[in-house]
Each structure stands twice: as structure tokens, then as C-alpha cells.
T-cell receptor, first 114, second 112 residues
Framework: GAGVSQSPSNKVTEKGKDVELRCDPISGHTALYWYRQRLGQGLEFLIYFQGNSAPDKSGLPSDRFSAERTGESVSTLTIQRTQQEDSAVYLC????????????FGSGTRLTVV | KNEVEQSPQNLTAQEGEFITINCSYSVGISALHWLQQHPGGGIVSLFMLSSGKKKHGRLIATINIQEKHSSLHITASHPRDSAVYICAVPSRYGGATNKLIFGTGTLLAVQP
């Protein structure tokens, strides 16, 4: 597609439930990033994919968080047993292999855990 | 010390004013990003620059690699420019990850 697409745009879930967030990057972008922004805070890195491998998972806050990517296409971020502190906007970005050639953000998924 | 620092944190301007937002960083970088975030949360990439100056409409971004400093200027500001402006740099020069480190953002409010 023309841009990075994320779905759903909003998600309200009950504490303890699992959620899946989806990111569809720009076609041909080999690199994909997940970031999180909690209310009133800055953006924080979660995980980076190059193709379907994840050389940097250092930002995942706990083992309840996992992500996968199919080839150089869609990525899914899964949060198991959601907690209220997981409430945030989850942003996906994609770029060609080297971001010097372009870096595009999706519009984010706003997750609210009640 | 944060790797990316922005100033000011908050800025209120009158419509038509010339606005400058500053960003300083402490790591060697391949490129610096300026991003805009509106209240809905979505982020738009405004500029990615590695040297000199770029201009897009009323927005101008400059960078001084030697001084590790960049500025974002808005000429003839308008209320629709009200947003959070974020500076970001790759975490590791030439490294494999290329994840971004973000400044804390500058909340700009342009009053009519």
C-alpha cells in the first residue's frame, strides 16, 4: 500500500485478555519497527525486524510481549494477559534496509486495558 | 544525560510568528528525523536530513553535524501547526538496528 497501515486503530480490552496488533508495512520495506507511547510519555522502542528475523528485541518490556513477521510483510504484536500499564499507543514504522532512504510511521493502535 | 534533548518543551506562539525548535544529540548519526504528532497520536515524518538544510512549504530543517545540533523552523505559523514536534536519531551509527531514539518532544500551540 501507499503507507504503513495499522489495525485496529483503537482497541479496548479487559485486563488479563490477549490482544493482537497488526502492522502492514510499505511494500518493499525490509525493516519494520514497533514503538510504544504511554500517555504523557515519549516514544519507546519495542522490537525491530529485518525481513522476518528480529535482531533486536531489547525493548520488549516482558515475556507477555511477542511479535512475529511474515517475510517482508505483515507483522503482528501480541500482548498476553494484558495489564493496565500496557495501555498506550502502539506505533509501527517501516523503512528500506537503511532508514537513510526513508522511514514511515503508521497511525498507531490506541490500546486501552480496563 | 539523554542522548537527544529538545528545547523548548512547551511553546506558545501567536499566529504568524516565526518558530524555532532545537534539538541536540550526543551520538554520531547517519541522519536526523523531525516528526510531527497531532493529538490523535499518529506520527508524520517531516524531514530526514544528514547535512545542510531542507525546506518543505513553511517548514525548514537545518542540521550541523559537527555541533550535533538541528533546528526546525516554522515560518508564518498557523493554528493548524499546533502539535508535538519530535526530534529522533538512530541509536547506533551504522549499526544493524537503526532503531530511533526520540527526544521528549516540543508541544507547540499556535494561537489565532
Amino acid at each position: 500500500g501507499a503507507g504503513v497501515s495499522q489495525s485496529p486503530s483503537n482497541k479496548v480490552t479487559e485486563k488479563g485478555k490477549d490482544v493482537e496488533l497488526r502492522c502492514d508495512p510499505i511494500s518493499g520495506h525490509t525493516a519494520l519497527y514497533w514503538y510504544r507511547q504511554r500517555l504523557g510519555q515519549g516514544l519507546e522502542f519495542l522490537i525491530y525486524f529485518q525481513g522476518n528475523s528480529a535482531p533486536d528485541k531489547s525493548g520488549l518490556p516482558s515475556d507477555r510481549f511477542s511479535a512475529e513477521r511474515t517475510g517482508e510483510s505483515v507483522s503482528t504484536l501480541t500482548i498476553q494477559r494484558t495489564q493496565q500499564e500496557d495501555s498506550a499507543v502502539y506505533l509501527c514504522a517501516s523503512s528500506p534496509t537503511r532508514p537513510i532512504y526513508g522511514y514511515t510511521f503508521g497511525s498507531g493502535t490506541r490500546l486501552t486495558v480496563v | 544525560k539523554n542522548e537527544v534533548e529538545q528545547s523548548p518543551q512547551n511553546l506558545t506562539a501567536q499566529e504568524g510568528e516565526f518558530i524555532t525548535i532545537n534539538c541536540s544529540y550526543s551520538v554520531g548519526i547517519s541522519a536526523l528525523h523531525w516528526l510531527q504528532q497531532h493529538p490523535g497520536g499518529g506520527i508524520v515524518s517531516l524531514f530526514m536530513l544528514s547535512s545542510g538544510k531542507k525546506k518543505h512549504g513553511r517548514l525548514i530543517a537545518t542540521i550541523n553535524i559537527q555541533e550535533k545540533h538541528s533546528s526546525l523552523h516554522i515560518t508564518a505559523s498557523h493554528p493548524r501547526d499546533s502539535a508535538v514536534y519530535i526530534c529522533a536519531v538512530p541509536s547506533r551509527y551504522g549499526g544493524a538496528t537503526n532503531k530511533l531514539i526520540f527526544g521528549t518532544g516540543t508541544l507547540l500551540a499556535v494561537q489565532p
